[in-house]
């Protein structure tokens, strides 16, 4: 669709105002407003009534009551998005805030929990994320430490981050020498593999070189626990933060729509299917940004498509050496600030890879 230069201003008006004051926009208010005037100049009310009234023709504002002024439809925040929106600089107060995204954290959970609770913080609207899937991760060691003569800790760290402990009991106290080549073994048959192969090694056929019984029983224990950590970890797992944010919006003040959008949250498979869209994409931000707005939004259960379109999301792909880990994002009405959104989900993610190449 084209527009006249004239016509495109007076569209991103009427959304940046609509998006700020939740009301339907006036040609009195447009006609005044500082930025129309510094990019086309003076405009008398009557001017901007019928350019508003060719916008509404074109599909891009409607008129809520006949004597209203006009909000933005989804194709009026489509083009706002595809046509008019540049990325803003981030602020000196918003760069402090993101730092602390970049310090070590425990684990990829733990630092993606920290980086969606300051980009909900950041943005205003709730922040999603996915863990790196269990299908794509590798082992990248696995650690036994004594708590006390018969008790050990298995630590199992993979290569995206992930970190699992098991707490255990022996049944006879087991010398240095031997929980060390307990440990070489392990990581001589489980470093460096795909946790899916993980998962059907078998230890029969990889334990035939060892030949002391101590470190041969205490093996085979050990793998067994490795086995269930690894099957302990989902495959999709979803981080959310920052959901009282949506009670700060006209659209979800009233107890109905709360509740409906509260259960959307609640769906990992509803929210993951956003997730993937952001993550498929190519890795540069231009052409990763993921904007989906109202009914452009993926379709899953029908029970919740009704709440779905009520949403827009900006999202982009996360990672780490130069691999596509996840994605992330944030979630908020269609009257989203999209000015925000689509400046602060890529410098968050940017800051989350010092983060996760830390590990």
Known sequence: MELKARQKAILAAAVERYVLTAEPVGSGAIASDAKLLAQVGALSSATVRNELAELENLGLLRQPHTSAGRVPTEAGYRFYVDESLRPRAISGAEERQL???????ASVEDALREAMVVLAKLTGYPAVASLPSASRDTMRFVQLNPLAPRRLI?????????????????????????????????NENLGGQNLSKVRGLDFETVSKGLHDAPVLELSRRVWELVHDSVNDISDEKIVVQGLITLLDEPEFSQIGPARAAMRLFEDEGAI?????????LPPEFAA??????????????????????QFSFVGISYGAGGETLGALGVMGPSRMRYVDAVALVPALAARLQKTLESF
């Open 154 to 186: 298995l630590v199992l760290v993979t290569a995206a981050g992930r970190i699992e402990h098991r707490l255990f009991e022996i049944d006879a106290e087991i010398s240095a020498s031997r929980l060390k080549v307990v440990v070489n073994f392990l």
């Open 272 to 280: 993951g299917g956003l997730l993937r869209v952001a993550q498929e």
């Open 99 to 105: 730092e602390v995204v970049a310090p070590p954290a």
């Open 288 to 309: 990763a940004r993921a904007v989906r707005i109202g009914h452009e939004m993926p379709r899953l259960d029908p029970n919740l498509e009704q709440t779905v379109t």
